[in-house]
């Protein structure tokens, strides 16, 4: 009898593996077929706008004013989509995120996983973590309220004039929003370096600091590389900081003091209220989609190539 039930028990254990190893292929199956689903819907009507407005005209033009005229018989603008300032717009507020993020979020990091007491730890990292819980219109209501009156009164006393609506303002808010992004992932990455690397470098009479610099940081590279990957996308797709902060004038400037717009901003605006779908105005929303999708896809790519090197370094 033992053979027979034996065989029963491999029989119903191969069923399982075969329906569980279904599902997991069906839930792969559904993430890719998603994905290309909106690839294809979002590069469809992006062609269709290129059919009106010419690839170079979008990409390289200098003015973007998308009213046009409703019907044939209008006088009235024929649309300008020029999206150089709202790429320019678009990354001066990204960088300025990540330069106030970056080094905040990074050195906390370290902080917490090889300085501070586990008591503190336990209380400090959750409390840091609910900054990504706020509701991002909740950040843009302090811009408003606390820091851009802040920053204009700090601009009037230094000589300089600061828009009420600026990148600067915008900048900041968002890396104080994409803090804990950077944080928590960059140290749960420090933590899971192997201790046998500390203990090693420490036995050769490194210091706390140069074990840190040297071996810590090097073998984490790639997780914090995608934790600052994660905030990024998490900045450039972040609409309502900049609708309340930096404003809705598609400003091409260098100065980050002066009002800007960003992609995701214009995108809202080309795709809300009552517009007529075939236009070329509400299509460029599919063209500013596209491109967006193609920086991160870009972004994605150098950073593969980025981690892939220093792993190759230091393995």
Known sequence: MMPTRRTTLTSGHRTVERLVMALLMAAAAIAVVITGAIVFSVLKEALRFFDAVPV????????????????????????????????????????????????????????????????????????????????????????????????????????????????????????????????????????????????????????????????????ALPGIVGAMLLAISRAVGETMIVVMAAGLSANLTANPLESVTTVTVQMVSLLTGDQEFDSPKTLAAFALGLALFLFTLLLNLCALMLVRRYKEQYE
């Open 56 to 219: 170079a005209d979008f990409l390289f033009g200098l003015n973007w004013s998308p009213q046009t005229a409703l019907r044939a018989d209008q006088a009235g603008a024929t649309g300008a989509f020029g999206a150089v300032p709202l790429f320019a717009g678009t990354f001066m507020i990204m960088l300025i995120a990540i330069v106030v993020a970056a080094p905040v979020g990074l050195f906390s990091a370290i902080f917490l996983a090889e300085y501070a007491p586990r008591r503190l730890r336990q209380y400090v990292k959750p409390m840091l973590e609910l900054l990504a819980g706020i509701p991002t219109v909740v950040y843009g209501y302090f811009a408003i309220v606390a820091l851009a009156p802040l920053m204009r009164d700090l601009g009037a006393a230094l000589g300089l004039d600061v828009a009420f609506e600026s990148a600067l303002t915008a900048g900041i808010v968002m890396g104080i929003m994409i803090i804990p992004f950077i944080s928590s992932l960059a140290d749960d990455m420090i933590t899971a370096v192997p201790r046998g690397l500390r203990d090693a470098a420490y036995g050769l009479g490194a210091t706390p600091s140069e074990v840190i610099r040297s071996v810590v940081l090097p073998a």
